[in-house]
């Protein structure tokens, strides 16, 4: 079965730090570019960050550079995002995202989600 | 930065057309992928570069694009289909995906 499943969530206070990592299953992940997007309570979908398959090129959403970084590991089929400085609008649930070249760059698989919430 | 614009909330009947609409300049230019988001749970991709379904999504979803709206199409509606509706692209040149704000379907 194809998954992403997500941890690290919690609760940590303004300017603190948290590290999520998404373990991918069923697929050759180093062959997806992967992508992580947020979801602050009861708003819309917010892309975060991608990463191609290589590392090689790394993309940030504005509100988040300087601040997150993404990383992979293909040898661990994992995915990280290391996140500094976290805000009070950086709370949300987070998810780990494949997008599939297969469906037109579409986010074909998600997983269930980890809760940052930024809090003092 | 490229603005997708959904309406809020739609209601419909059970069995009857819901249709969501997702406006873009030119949009009919880019792919658009819907994705579907029931309560507490993870989006799931309902409709893929306008018009095609992942293997295990009902006929009754489709989707269309044309100039500056593109449109899915929720077919005899069941109660089922209560969700929260996104559209996505990518920004032209960008690595950048851009959703639109998210359109709650009420099923009555």
């Known amino acids: 079965e194809v998954q992403l499943v997500e941890s690290g969530g919690g609760l940590v206070k303004p300017g603190g730090s948290l590290r999520l990592s998404c373990e991918a299953s069923?697929?050759?992940?180093?062959?997806?570019?992967m992508n992580w997007v947020r979801q602050a309570p009861g708003k819309g979908l917010q892309w975060v960050s991608s990463?191609?398959?290589?590392?090689?090129?790394?993309y940030y959403a504005d509100s988040v550079k300087g601040r997150f970084t993404i990383s992979r590991d293909n040898a661990k089929n994992s995915l990280y995002l290391q996140m500094n400085s976290l805000r009070a609008e950086d709370t949300g649930v987070y998810y780990c995202?494949?997008?599939?070249?297969?469906?037109?760059?579409?986010?074909?698989?998600w997983g269930q989600g980890t809760m940052v919430t930024v809090s003092s | 930065s490229y603005v997708l614009t959904q309406p809020p909330s739609l209601s419909e009947a059970p069995g009857k057309t819901a249709r969501i609409t997702c406006g873009g300049d030119?949009?009919?230019?880019?792919?658009v992928h819907w994705y579907q988001q029931k309560p507490g749970q993870a989006p799931v991709l309902l409709i893929y570069?306008?018009?095609d379904r992942p293997s295990g999504i009902p006929e009754r979803f489709s989707g269309s694009s044309s100039g500056n709206t593109a449109t899915l199409t929720i077919s005899r509606v069941e109660a089922g289909d209560e969700a929260d509706y996104y559209c996505?692209?990518?920004?032209?040149?960008?690595?950048?995906?851009?959703f639109g704000g998210g359109t709650k379907l009420t099923v009555l």
């Open positions: 995202v494949r997008r599939n070249g297969y469906t037109s760059g579409a986010f074909d698989i």
């Open positions: 069923g697929f050759t992940f180093s062959s997806y570019n």
């Open positions: 990463i191609i398959t290589s590392s090689t090129y790394i």
């Open positions: 030119n949009i009919a230019s880019k792919g």
């Open positions: 570069y306008d018009t």
């Open positions: 996505q692209v990518w920004e032209n040149n960008s690595d950048h995906p851009v």
